[in-house]
């Protein structure tokens, strides 16, 4: 069975570029997570979608960042403009979901090393 | 006061070695548990769930304790490939978010 799918695995571009991270849940699964982790922070939680809908964003560190979740199979975060302390490792989970969050574990995408110079 | 604490460590063991980290969480509500494991610039991956009763798998055990508020994972007969960061997840009941410990580090040396 596929996995979580993200993409591009690493990213450098300058400050100030728009930067689009893409995600590829596991089919079936409802629900759709976005994380950062950096040594400083370790992982945080961004965003999450249920049914394509954000639910909690509280997360997201300002607004130069987005999330979409456009259908059940695919998800972007935006960074625009990007700045150096954006530089992390983000990465994409999903969980099934049938019974809530509720004792299902996340599975995670392998991650996008994204260098902002 | 954080959702979840672990002591980052590192947990230095030989081969063979037993070892056993534990988790602290702070809300009494919280119904799912989780142990992950990361490898160096790789994604967390799940290790093991844990639940009421405890489970066990293979030289992996992990317990619940809720009168402590705590989760441990212990690991028998070391291997130098369990050398990762060992992530505590917590689902609160009521809440519709996970919250990851900050990972404890072992390094199992020959």
């Known amino acids: 069975d596929a996995g979580v799918i993200q993409s591009p695995r690493h990213e450098v571009t300058e400050m100030g570029q728009e930067v689009t991270l893409r995600c590829k849940p596991i089919s079936g699964h409802d629900y759709l997570f976005w994380y950062r982790q950096t040594m400083m922070r370790g992982l945080e939680l961004l965003i999450y979608f249920n049914n394509n809908v954000p639910i909690d964003d509280s997360g997201m560190p300002e607004d130069r960042f987005s999330a979409k979740m456009p259908n059940a199979s695919f998800s972007t975060l935006k960074i625009q403009p990007s700045e150096p302390r954006d530089s992390a490792v983000y990465f994409c989970?999903?969980?099934?979901?049938?019974?809530?969050?509720?004792?299902?574990?996340?599975?995670f995408g392998d991650g996008t090393r994204l260098s902002i110079l | 006061r954080k959702e979840v604490e672990q002591d980052p460590g590192p947990f230095n063991v030989p081969e063979g070695a037993t070892v056993a980290f534990n988790c602290t969480y702070s809300?009494?509500?919280?119904?799912?548990f989780f142990w992950y494991r990361q490898d160096c610039r790789k994604e967390p991956k799940l290790l093991m769930s844990?639940?009421?009763s405890g489970n066990e798998d293979g030289r992996f055990t992990a317990q619940l304790n809720r009168a402590s508020q705590y989760i441990s994972l212990l690991i028998r007969d070391s291997k130098l490939s369990d050398s990762a960061t060992y992530l505590c997840v917590v689902n609160p009941s009521g809440f519709n978010k996970f919250y990851f410990g900050s990972g404890t580090k072992l390094n199992v040396k020959p």
């Open positions: 989970a999903s969980l099934e979901g049938d019974r809530g969050l509720t004792y299902q574990p996340q599975h």
């Open positions: 809300n009494s509500a919280s119904q799912s």
């Open positions: 844990v639940y009421s």
